[in-house]
């Protein structure tokens, strides 16, 4: 196996390992009975290391020299007001995207979680074939076909569970569940939209993607600032994290 083969298995090891663990990591501290984070706290928590990590990456790619990389920062994202507002979009989405999967966090176990938000690969094959104009062959689309089969197996509820719903208790179980495949379902669909959008200026344009990933994650914390401002009425919000988050 060559190196490049090995890179390959490696990066979709850690990619796996990642997900899951953020997915089973999130749930559970939702569910501690201690008093709750606010989600746009974690949120932007988030966007501050990936921040500080492309930072770090242009810094490597400017031979490690400070000036070059306030040089650069300065001119690609600073003297480029149009250029960065390209990203508005797709970071407002995006910003959305993380709000609405908190939400569903805390209404469906991880499991259906995860199996429900694999939508979001069929929504992003619907949107290149519109924004992209990319052409999926048959087998591909079968694919995508049989993913939503199995999503809807995993969403549709048991006999036991329509017979269950009679309760008012268990009427607000599944209205909470109704919640969260309603979040799941717009996250997919936002997902799949600003991925495909965010494709596209990557690929038509020659700048960094790390550059590219620092103007995204600095639009889409003024969107997270803007509405905890509006929503909580503060705009730092550093003060509810529990002993996991």
Known sequence: MSKKDNRKWISLIALVLQTTSLVLLLRYSKTIKTEQYLSSTAIVTAEIIKGLICIVLVWLESDRSMNRLFRVIKQEIYAKPYDTSKLAIPSGLYAIQNNLLFIALSYLNAA??????????????????????????????????????????????????????????????????????????????????????????????????????????????????FWSFHVSCSMFHYKTFNQLI
């Open 112 to 225: 259906t979680y995860q199996v429900t938000y694999q939508l979001k690969i069929l929504t992003t094959a619907l949107c290149s074939v519109v924004i992209r104009k990319k052409i999926i062959e048959k087998h591909q689309w079968f694919s995508l076909f049989i993913l939503t089969i199995g999503v809807a197996f995993v969403t549709w509820p048991s006999s036991d569970e329509i017979h269950k719903r009679s309760t008012a208790q268990s009427q607000a179980t599944w209205l909470q569940q109704l919640m969260g495949f309603g979040a799941v379902l717009i996250a997919s669909f936002t997902s799949g939209f600003a991925g495909v959008y965010y494709e596209e200026i990557l690929k038509t344009e020659s700048t960094s993607i790390w550059i590219r990933n620092i103007q995204l994650g600095n639009q889409k914390l003024a969107y997270i600032e």
